[in-house]
């Protein structure tokens, strides 16, 4: 189901043909679709742990447990004003000591807003 399947049914039958046919109509029933919010935004990094090796790669996925509707992500890294990227995933390549930082993602399906905690990456 989506949101938009909420409304008013009804089900009718029609029984015969030819000049006497014979039909009936349901009451209507009223539907509504609730959304879920979100929640338990959780985040991963590869390699895990959080540590990663000047140099190397670093790739961070953000994963909702419940919620509904398209849902939108937004990387962040604490004391960085823009976001970082969108997405479920945030990849950075060749990692350099100013990457180094906690980092959180965002989830929005448009109506709330949910984050994943903080999680501290130490470039080695």
């Given at each position: 189901?989506?949101l ?15 000049q006497?046919?014979?039909s009936e109509?349901s009451?209507?029933?009223t539907?509504?679709v609730h ?6 935004v959780s ?23 419940a919620?509904?509707?398209p ?15 969108t ?30 905690p903080?999680?501290?990456i130490?470039?080695?």
């Open positions: 189901l989506q938009y399947h909420s409304g008013r049914y009804r089900c009718s039958v029609r029984v015969g043909s030819g006497s046919p014979w109509k009451a209507p029933v539907v509504t959304g879920v919010p979100l929640s338990r985040l991963s990094a590869q390699p895990p742990g959080g540590q990663v090796a000047l140099g190397d790669r670093l790739v961070l996925s953000c994963a909702v447990t919620g509904t509707g849902l939108s992500f937004s990387w962040h890294r604490v004391g960085s004003g823009a976001p970082l990227g997405g479920p995933h945030l990849e950075l390549h060749h990692i350099g000591d100013e990457d180094s930082g906690h980092y959180q993602c965002r989830a929005s399906d448009g109506d709330s807003v949910a984050e994943s903080l999680l501290n130490t470039v080695l």
